[in-house]
Each structure stands twice: as C-alpha cells, then as structure tokens.
C-alpha cells in the first residue's frame, strides 16, 4: 500500500509538471493542466488515483488558502472608492444571474434549491485570470476594467454568504428558513467576536513572532492562525473557507502583510492544484459525450446570457454600448469560486449525476475560451459596435488634431505626470499627455491641459501622438511591467527617441535601462538627493558645493544610494531585492587577518561597500584589506547571498558548504 501510495504521487507530479509545461507553452492557465490531469488520471478514465475522501479532505485545504488570499487582498479603501460598482453593478449581476438560472430551472424542470446553486456557480467568473490578463495589457484603470475589477470583488466576497447557504440547503425544506437564520446568526456573531478580538491582537503577535527573527517560525504562526480560525468556523457549523478569509482580513492590517502573501503562495499554489485534480477527477467524458447537447447550452448561457446581463447592467449604469460589450466579454466565463461552490454541492448532493456533468463541462469550455476572449476584447467590440469603432478613431483623430511639433509625450498623467507637464508648460515646450483614466482626462481637458484618453502602449495610439515628430518621451507609470510595454514599442517604432522613466528605486534601474530607457529617475533617491542637498545649503554650505555633488552623485548612477539596511519588515518591498547589511567581526571570526581579496566574497554574489573600524567607515576598501578583531563589514546584496557571505565570514568552510547546499 505505501509503494502504491507512493506511485500514485509520482504519477500526479509527472502527469501535472508535463501538463503545466505545454499548456505554459501554449499560454494557457495552469488550471486546465491541473484539471486535464484529474480527468486523465482519475475514476472515468485512466483510474490511476482514487476518489478519495482524505484527497478530496487535503484537496479543501487548496480553497482555505485562496480564501486567505483574497482575504489578504480585502481593502476598505479601494472599496469605498469603487463602492458604486461593487455594491452596484456587482452586487446586481450575482442576484439577477441566481434569479434567472431558478427561473431556468424550473422551466426544466429542476428543483429551485438547484436553480439557486446553479445562480451561485454561474455567476462567478475567473478573478485571477482576468485580473492578470488586463494588468498585462495595461486595461485596470480603463472603464471597462474597472467595471470588471468591481463586480469581480463583489464575486469573492458573495463567495462568503454562498458557502454558508449550500450547506443550508442540503437540510429539509421544512427546517430551511430555521436553518438559514441560524447559520446567518452564527456567522455574524463569529465574525463580530474574531474581529473585534483579532483586530487588536493580530499586530502585537505577528510583531513578537517576528522579532524572533525566524523565517521558519513566522511561516508556522501563518500557518497557525489561518487553520486556527479555518477550525473555528468550522467548529461554529460554518466552513473552513469562511476562517481563513477572515484570518487574511486581520493580517491584511498588518505590516506583515506583503511577506505572509509570498509565504503562503507555494501553499496555495499547490494545495489549490490539488484541488482542481480533484475537480477534473469527477468529470465523466462518456457522459459530456452522452450530454453534449446540454454542455454546449450551459457554456451558452454563461457566455452569452452572462456577458448580456453584464452588458446590460454596464448600459444601465451609464456606460456607452463599446465599454458595456467589452465589460461583458471580460467577465463571460466561468470562475475558480464556480468549482469551489460546485464541489461543495456535490459534497452534500444537492447536483444529481446529469446536471453535474453538463454544468462541469460548460464551465470547463468557458474558462478555455477566455484567455483568447479577454485577449481580443477590444478588437470585438470594434467590429461589432460601430459607435465604439468611430470612438475609438475619434480618439485618434482627437490626439492627431494637436498637431504638435518637437514636442513631448507623457505617458501618465497622474500627480508625477502633471508635475513634469507643468515643469514644460513653464518653460513653453509643448507636450502632449495620454491616460486611462476617464475621470481625470474629462477633468483635465476641462481646465484646458493638452490631455487625451488612450493606451500607450498602442503602436497606433503613440503615432496618433505624434512619437515620429516629438522630441522625449516621458513614462510616469509606477508600475515597472508597464514601463517595460511602452519602452518595447518605442524603441521598435523610433529607436532614437530620447526616454525618461519614472522608477520607485535603484533596484529597477537595470530592468528599465536594459528595456531601452535613457534616463532613469528613481524617486526614492531623488527625494534622499533633495534632502541631503537642502540640509547641507541650511548648515552653510556653498549651493556650488552643493550643486557639485548633486550632479556627480546623478552622473555616477545613484551608485553612491545603492542599497539600503532593512528593518524587520519593508511593506510594499520585494522582499528578494537587494539590500544592505552589516556584519561584526568577533574574535572567532573565520575572516580574521584574511584580506577581502582571499575571502573573496563577490563568489556569492555580494560587494563590499565599506569597512568600519575603530568607528571610522571606509568606503570602497582595498582588495589588500586585512580584517580585524572589532571589524564591521557592510556588504550588498540579495537576501540569499548575503546569509550565504555571512556564514562564511563567520564560520568558515563548514558554513559555506551548508549554506550552499541548503
């Protein structure tokens, strides 16, 4: 049993690392290689892996960890600022979606307590893909993408009450609105006691947890307190999925956040691969087969009932019949929640055999025609909308007719990219600005700012703008991956052109040179820059002086800013970015009396930026210096390679070899 046990793990991991490679290849998400490798490996098919309760047990444990992250991603301020879509929009597309798929049911005729599982199931549609897709292609700030980011926010959270319900569902009809009122009842009050409990404990405890300074230790309290409260739940009649949001909701409030979502990802990562395993292990393909009739009408209802009632909401809101159309085309799929609710269903058999099989198979379907929808989205809405289409040309036309010469283009109009207008406007250089945010384009246009709504990182768009007859281009974008886009086709279209690009800090700066940026304007360093340069002019110092230093400190690259020390923890950070870190050289120090040129350090990857001794800190030291007892060495570096140093300067070989092999 145990070499069988063993077998069949193999067997999954090689199934899903072969499966994810080519569906990677062929950029497509690795969801479908988890559920292909259920379906192939599993009972209605191969029957290699058993259907399993412990499986389907560990598999849940997949669905805790996304509920976790979501979560952690719960942010009351871009809630109050979207409140309008969320609670509008969103909260209108679920209910409607659960009030038509009972309506369907009964005309079928199916029970309404179906109906109402189905409306849950189908409405859902896929966050992390749709997420990803229009963050890629620069869409989140565009109408359509904050309609879509707004009802898919409301999705998750409707996930919450869905998974109360079901298991409210499964008891007598008789005993259902007892049940129903109960379950609500429990939720409020366990949620109320582990808020106003958790919310003032969470900080102090990951804040001590995290002073022990242990990487192992921190990833067990994460642990710890989401399956904690994953059990209370559970233990309160709701479910496991339930705790874990909320666990992610406290330490969201944290400062810990940003590095508990990078712990906890492989977790998740492959616990929710499991479960999709066993989502495709109960597809029955004789049964699509036998079905195919109605597998193909479920995955036109979610396609086009679905994207019609999203395209008829957006209309209802005031959106023009393009945005509306492309709205409906990102969200018509299904969703990862879909599964979730769907095998929660099935656990307490409240889907019969032939309508499990169709909805399972027209979910399927529609999560794979996504990616090329959501890809194409605009290009759709072109063809068949003919007002979008004239809009769109009308854009163009628009940022043609400024018929600007040796003129700038600023990529970004936010508070940087007004600044940097300003800055142009006062020295009479005409400049022309792009942006996806509506509000602020109608706004600034308004007021009379030379400011047009479009997409730079549009070939068309940037030409519409003049890129063949401008003088610089300008990128303000905080986001690297966007800079990178717009730098690609820049340098495609007119490799001369000068570019200036916004950065957060040094730590970007070669991504953005190697992309083709010309200048690289970290902030971080720019403020350290202005800061010292203001504190040297208000102790006395000539602003020759001053001057001077400002321009051989730029003229160097920031390399004198290079790397930081980093406290116990840096929000917002990447938490592998290189940094600075000091090490005290005691008296039974491996490095004693070694020079930096036999320690050689550069072999794992760090430089040595300075020597202190007898408190004066020599920058740059020699190769031929000696180490000494008292010694403080400032090296820089990544994470990884500075533990690596660490343990070699302390302790030597042993150390080394450790270090590396682990």
Not at 224 to 241: D, F, K, M, N, R
Not at 437 to 458: L, N
Request: aromatic share 8%; with cysteine.
């Amino acid at each position: 049993m145990h070499d069988q046990g063993l077998l069949i793990i193999i067997l999954l991991l090689a199934t899903g690392v072969i499966l994810v490679g080519v569906l990677r290849f062929l950029q497509l998400p690795a969801v479908f290689a988890y559920l292909l490798t259920g379906v192939i490996l599993g009972p209605h098919a191969l029957a290699v892996v058993p259907d399993l309760a412990s499986t389907r047990q560990l598999a849940e444990f997949g669905v805790v960890f996304l509920m976790f992250s979501i979560g952690l991603e719960f942010s009351l301020s871009q809630f109050m600022s979207m409140r309008r879509l969320i609670f509008g929009m969103g909260a209108a597309q679920v209910l409607l979606t659960s009030v038509i798929f009972v309506g369907i049911a009964l005309i079928i005729p199916l029970s309404w307590k179906t109906g109402v599982i189905l409306g849950g199931i189908l409405a859902m549609s896929s966050t992390a893909m749709v997420i990803r897709a229009l963050a890629e292609k620069m869409e989140m700030q565009s109408r359509h993408g904050r309609i879509a980011v707004s009802v898919l926010l409301f999705q998750d959270l409707a996930v919450v009450p869905l998974l109360i319900l079901i298991p409210a569902l499964a008891g007598s009809a008789k005993n259902l609105p007892h049940d129903l009122a109960m379950a609500g009842l429990k939720a409020v009050i366990v949620l109320l006691v582990l808020l106003v409990i958790g919310r003032p404990i969470m900080r102090p405890w990951f804040q001590l947890v995290a002073n022990r300074k242990s990487t192992e230790l921190f990833m067990l309290n994460v642990l710890l307190v989401t399956l904690a409260l994953a059990w209370i739940t559970e233990q309160a009649g709701l479910s496991l999925a339930l705790g874990a949001f909320v666990a992610g909701m406290l330490i969201s409030e944290t400062a810990y956040r940003y590095q508990v979502e990078a712990d906890i990802a492989p977790f998740r990562d492959i616990l929710l691969g499991l479960f999709f395993v066993t989502i495709g292990m109960l597809v029955d393909l004789p049964a699509w087969w036998a079905n195919i009739a109605w597998v193909l009408t479920v995955l036109l209802l979610i396609v086009f009932l679905k994207g019609f009632l999203v395209w008829g909401l957006s209309r209802l809101f005031g959106y023009e019949s393009g945005v509306a159309l492309r709205s409906a085309i990102v969200l018509a799929q299904a969703g990862e929640f879909g599964f979730v609710l769907l095998a929660l269903a099935n656990q307490y058999q409240l889907l019969p055999a032939h309508v499990l099989q169709p909805v399972l198979g027209g979910m399927l379907l529609s999560m794979m025609l996504a990616p090329i929808l959501v890809e194409r989205n605009g290009w759709i809405a072109r063809k068949l909308v003919g007002s979008y289409r004239n809009h769109r040309d009308q854009q163009l036309t628009e940022i043609r007719a400024a018929d600007l010469k040796a003129h700038v283009v600023l990529c970004g109009y936010g508070r940087v990219g007004q600044s940097v207008g300003r800055v142009l406007e006062e020295e009479a250089i005409p400049f022309i600005a792009l942006d996806l945010d509506p509000v602020r384009v109608r706004q600034a246009q308004s007021a009379g700012e030379s400011i047009f709504y479009g997409d730079a990182s549009r070939r068309d768009v940037l030409q519409a703008a003049g890129i063949f007859s401008a003088r610089a281009v300008v990128i303000t974008y905080a986001n690297v991956a966007s800079s990178q886009r717009v730098l690609s086709i820049i340098k495609e279209l007119r490799p001369e052109l000068p570019v200036v690009v916004r950065a957060h800090d040094d730590s970007q700066l070669e991504k953005l040179e190697a992309a083709g940026a010309d200048e690289v304007v970290p902030e971080v360093n720019e403020g350290a820059l202005m800061l010292a340069s203001q504190t040297l002019l208000l102790i006395g110092f000539p602003i020759s002086t001053v001057l001077r230093r400002v321009r051989r400190f730029r003229q160097e690259r920031y390399q004198f800013f290079r790397g930081a020390f980093w406290g116990g923890s840096e929000p917002g950070e990447d938490q592998a970015s290189a940094r600075l870190a000091s090490i005290p050289l005691g008296e039974t120090a491996f490095g004693l009396h070694l020079s930096l040129r036999e320690l050689n350090l550069t072999s794992f990857g760090v430089s040595v930026v300075a020597v202190r001794r007898h408190g004066i800190r020599g920058r740059d030291p020699a190769p031929d210096t000696v180490l000494k007892t008292g010694d403080v060495l400032v090296l820089f570096g990544s994470p990884a390679a500075l533990t690596k140093a660490e343990l070699y300067v302390l302790e030597g070989n042993t150390a080394q070899e450790t270090a590396v092999t682990a």
